[in-house]
């Protein structure tokens, strides 16, 4: 089973760039579908975007489509998250996740089987 850690997170004006890294530990990475969700203070998780084993399908929640772009590196077990044109509400906690239930991916939080422990995005106005 692998295990996921988040890198990347920071401080950012608005209108700026950040990338964020999740590194898997295990042979397996290649083998799960990937998302990224996130959590805003006081918010729910929500789904911001999912990538296929391969790499060849991906799909965006509709606020980021456009701003954000996630890949996925198989050789390097990492998946990433570029996040540009960054807005205020882009602000929270963001989390990669890794699924195994025979989808090609997912947009549903409980199709997921493994987290990471999160990423601190702040975007300033």
């Known amino acids: 089973q692998v295990q996921l850690v988040e890198s990347g997170g920071g401080l950012v004006q608005a209108g700026g760039s950040l990338r964020l890294s999740c590194a898997a530990s295990?042979?397996?990475?290649?083998?799960?579908?990937m998302g990224w969700f996130r959590q805003a203070p006081g918010k729910e998780r929500e789904f911001v975007a999912t990538?296929?084993?391969?790499?060849?399908?991906?799909y965006y929640q509709d606020s980021v489509r456009g701003r954000l772009t996630i890949s996925r590196d198989n050789a390097k077990n990492t998946v990433y998250l570029q996040m540009n044109s960054l807005k205020p509400e882009d602000t929270a906690v963001y989390y990669c996740?890794?699924?195994?239930?025979?989808?090609?991916?997912?947009?549903?939080?409980?199709?997921?089987?493994?987290w990471g422990q999160g990423t601190q995005v702040t975007v300033s106005s």
């Open positions: 996740a890794a699924g195994d239930r025979g989808l090609v991916s997912s947009t549903t939080e409980g199709r997921y089987d493994i």
């Open positions: 295990g042979r397996t990475f290649s083998s799960y579908y």
């Open positions: 990538i296929s084993r391969s790499g060849d399908s991906t």
